[in-house]
C-alpha cells in the first residue's frame, strides 16, 4: 500500500519532511538528535493545524511535544509502555505511532479517538478518559512484567492537576513499596524555570540521574548498612542538600528516587536525563516543567480557553462557534447559580477542577469566599458538600455525570444515608458527541433511582432546566438535577418561574392508543413521533419520584406505553415504570428505548442518537415495528 501524504490525508499541503518520514517510533529512532528539534516544530506545527480544522485537545499537547518525543525516542516503545494521564496530552504521541494520516478524523465518526484506546493501537496500552488512573495502571502492568520476568520500563506520564487525586497518591503510595521497573513523569505546567534556576536545577537533575550519582547512592546502602548511624547522616545531608535546590522530598518519603525540576522544552537537555533515568534501577519520579500550549501564542496565553476547542483559525486563533445558538444548558445553571447566591449568603459552589466547563465561572468571580475548586477530587467535592450541608449552609455540587460516577460511595453514605440538602447539578447527561464513550453520562439514571432520599430530575427545555435547579434547592434534602450537553429546543426563561411541585410530570400533547412518556431532552423528539402516530407524549420530569398518578392514567387511557430516555435501558427511568406497573398489577405492553447495553463511539450527537435510533426517524421506526408485534398478537 503506498505512502500517503500530507495532501493525501486531507490536513494539508504543507511540507514537513522529517514528520513525513515517521509511520512509527522505530523511524523516529533512525533520526539523529540534531534532527529532533526540528522534528518538535512540524509536529508542532501539524497539530495546530489537525485540531483548527476537527476540534479538540489542543494545549495539552502543545506543551508535551518533546517529551512524547523523547520518550519514544529514548524507550522502546511498545516494548516498553507508555501510560498517559488523561489522554488530552496524548495527540503528538497518536500522530508518531502510524495515525499522522487520520488525524484528520479526530472525534469523527469512524474515526480515531481524541483519547488513547487499546483498540485503537498497540501503542495506547492503557485506555482513558478521566484522570489519575495512569500510575495505578503503569503499577500494574510493571507488576505483571515482574511475574512474567519480562524486562521492560513502564513510564505513566501525569499532569499536576491530576497528581492532585487522591487515586494518584493511592498508587505512589503502593508503588514506593515494590520492587520494579517504574517511571513517574510528573508534568508540571502550572509554573515556569526561570534561566538561572532552569539552568541549576537542569544540572542537578543530570548529575542526580547519572551513573556515577546512582552507583554512590546505592553503593553507600550497601557500605553503611552496618552503621546505621553514619548512613542516616549521609542520608539526611543529601536530603537538606538537594532540598535547598529542589521541590519538596515527598516524593522521596514515598520511595521514589525524584529527579527535577527539568525544562520539558530543552530537547538536549531531556534526551541526557531521559538515557539516565532509563539505566536508573527501582522507582524513579521525573519532574518537568511545560508550557501549555507551547508555539502557539493564542494558547500560550489562554491555555484554559484552548484546553478543548472547536474548529478555528490557525492563523488568528478565533474559535469558529456556531452562530445563532442559544444559552447552553451549562450556561443557564451559570447564571441560575449566580442569581441564586446573590439572593442567599447560604449557598456555596463546588466543583471538581470545571470551573469554566460547569459554568461557574462568573459565580466564581463574584463570590470567591463561597467558590470551591477542589482539583480533580470528585470524592472530596462530594463530602465537602456534606460537611457544609451538616452546619446549615446550602452547598450546590457542579459536576459532569461521568465524573459523579467516582463519587458514587460518598453521594450514598455521606450524602443521602444522611438525607442532607445537597443540590446536585449533573452535566452532560447522555451522549456527548465527539468526546465518546470516557465522558459520557449514559448511567446516572441508572445508579441513582435505588439510592434513597434522593429526588432526580430531567428537563426538557432551557426553561424547565432553571425551574428544576430552583426546586432542587428549595427541597429540603438530597436533589439532583441531570441535563445534557449543549443547548435546548430554544425555550424562553423566565427567572422568576416558581419551582415544580415534586414529582409531578405533565401532559404536552394528548393522542389515542401509544402513550411516549419522555424524560428530558427526548420530549422535543417524541412530540415529533407522536405526530405520525397520533400518540400522547408525557413529559414526566421526574425520575425518582415518579408521577405514579400520571403513569396509571396513561396505562388506562393506552395500548402501549413507550418509555424514551438519553440513558442505558438497564435500571433507568423505563424500569422504574414498569416496576411501578407491576406493583400496582397493571398489565400494559411496554417498549423501552434508551442506550443499549454497549458503549457508544464518539461522533456528532445527532449521529450518536441516530445509531441507537433515538432520533425521531428511530424512534418512528420503533413505534411502527411495536405496533405490527402488537396487532399480530392481537
Known amino acids: 500500500m503506498p505512502h500517503r501524504t500530507l495532501t493525501d490525508s486531507g490536513v494539508g499541503a504543507h511540507r514537513r519532511p522529517l514528520l513525513d518520514s515517521i509511520d512509527s517510533p522505530a523511524d523516529l529512532r533512525a533520526l539523529s538528535e540534531s534532527q529532533l528539534p526540528e522534528l518538535a516544530s512540524e509536529l508542532r506545527s501539524f497539530l495546530i493545524e489537525c485540531v483548527s480544522k476537527t476540534g479538540g485537545h489542543l494545549a495539552a499537547g502543545l506543551g508535551v511535544v518533546e517529551l512524547t518525543l523523547g520518550l519514544h525516542y529514548v524507550f522502546d516503545t511498545p516494548h516498553d509502555r507508555l501510560v498517559w494521564d488523561v489522554g488530552h496530552q496524548a495527540y503528538p504521541h497518536k500522530i508518531l505511532t502510524g495515525r499522522r494520516d487520520r488525524m484528520c478524523t479526530l472525534r469523527q465518526k469512524d474515526g480515531i479517538s481524541g483519547f488513547p484506546k487499546r483498540g485503537e493501537s498497540e501503542y495506547d496500552t492503557f485506555g482513558v478518559g478521566h484522570s489519575s488512573t495512569s500510575i495505578s495502571a503503569a503499577l500494574g502492568m510493571a507488576l505483571a512484567a515482574k511475574q512474567r520476568g519480562e524486562r521492560r520500563t513502564v513510564i505513566a506520564i501525569i499532569g499536576d492537576g491530576a497528581l492532585g487525586a487522591g487515586m494518584a497518591f493511592e498508587a505512589l503510595n503502593h508503588a514506593g513499596s515494590m520492587d520494579i521497573d517504574l517511571v513517574v513523569i510528573l508534568n508540571d505546567n502550572e509554573m515556569s524555570i526561570s534561566p538561572p534556576v532552569g539552568a541549576i536545577s537542569n544540572h542537578l537533575a543530570r548529575l542526580l540521574s547519572g551513573k556515577l550519582y546512582t552507583s554512590v547512592r546505592e553503593g553507600s546502602k550497601h557500605a553503611l548498612a552496618g552503621m546505621p548511624q553514619l548512613r542516616h547522616l549521609v542520608g539526611r545531608w543529601e536530603e537538606h542538600m538537594k532540598g535547598m535546590l529542589m521541590p519538596s522530598t515527598l516524593f522521596e518519603e514515598l520511595g521514589f528516587n525524584y529527579i527535577g525540576p527539568v525544562d520539558g522544552h530543552d530537547m538536549d537537555g531531556l534526551l541526557r536525563t531521559l538515557r539516565n533515568i532509563k539505566d536508573m534501577p527501582g522507582q524513579r519520579l521525573l519532574h518537568i516543567v511545560t508550557k501549555k500550549g507551547r508555539g502557539f501564542e493564542p494558547a500560550e496565553g489562554q491555555p484554559v480557553i484552548y484546553h478543548g476547542v472547536t474548529p478555528f483559525d490557525r492563523q488568528t486563533g478565533q474559535l469558529l462557534k456556531a452562530k445563532g445558538a442559544g444559552p447552553t444548558y451549562t450556561q443557564i445553571f451559570g447564571g441560575w447559580l449566580h442569581d441564586t447566591a446573590a439572593a442567599d449568603p447560604r449557598l456555596v459552589g463546588i466543583t471538581p477542577a470545571m470551573c469554566e466547563g460547569s459554568g461557574l465561572t462568573a459565580f466564581s468571580k463574584r463570590f470567591p469566599e463561597r467558590y470551591f475548586d477542589v482539583g480533580i477530587a470528585e470524592q472530596h467535592a ?67 433511582r435505588p439510592i434513597p432520599n434522593l429526588v432526580i430530575m430531567t428537563p426538557s427545555n432551557e426553561n424547565e432546566c432553571r425551574r428544576m435547579l430552583r426546586t ?163
Open 472 to 634: 432542587a434547592y428549595e427541597y429540603e434534602g438530597p436533589a439532583l438535577v441531570r441535563y445534557p450537553r449543549g443547548g435546548g429546543p430554544g425555550v424562553a426563561i423566565d427567572p422568576n418561574a416558581p419551582a415544580l411541585p415534586i414529582g409531578r410530570g405533565e401532559i404536552v400533547r394528548e393522542g389515542s392508543r401509544i402513550a411516549l412518556l419522555a424524560f428530558g431532552p427526548l420530549v422535543k423528539t417524541a412530540l415529533e413521533a407522536a405526530e405520525v402516530f397520533d400518540a400522547t407524549v408525557a413529559d414526566m420530569r421526574f425520575v425518582k419520584p415518579l408521577d405514579a398518578a400520571l403513569i396509571l392514567d396513561l396505562a388506562a387511557r393506552h395500548e402501549i406505553l413507550v418509555t424514551l430516555e438519553e440513558n442505558a435501558i438497564a435500571g433507568g427511568a423505563g424500569s422504574g415504570v414498569a416496576e411501578l406497573l407491576s406493583e400496582q398489577g397493571v398489565v400494559r405492553r411496554c417498549l423501552h428505548l434508551g442506550l443499549p447495553d454497549r458503549y457508544i463511539d464518539h461522533a456528532e450527537h445527532h449521529e450518536q442518537l441516530a445509531s441507537v435510533g433515538l432520533d425521531a426517524p428511530g424512534i418512528i421506526a420503533s413505534l411502527q415495528a411495536e405496533l405490527e408485534r402488537h396487532e399480530h398478537a392481537g
Open 382 to 448: 462530594v463530602t465537602l458538600a456534606a460537611g457544609l450541608a451538616c452546619e446549615g449552609l446550602k452547598p450546590v455540587v457542579a459536576i459532569y455525570s461521568s465524573f459523579l460516577q467516582r463519587a458514587y460511595d460518598q453521594l450514598v453514605h455521606d450524602v443521602a444515608l444522611q438525607n442532607l440538602d445537597v443540590t446536585f447539578a449533573v452535566d452532560r447527561g447522555g451522549l456527548v458527541g465527539a468526546d465518546g464513550a470516557t465522558h459520557a453520562g449514559g448511567f446516572d439514571l441508572s445508579f441513582c
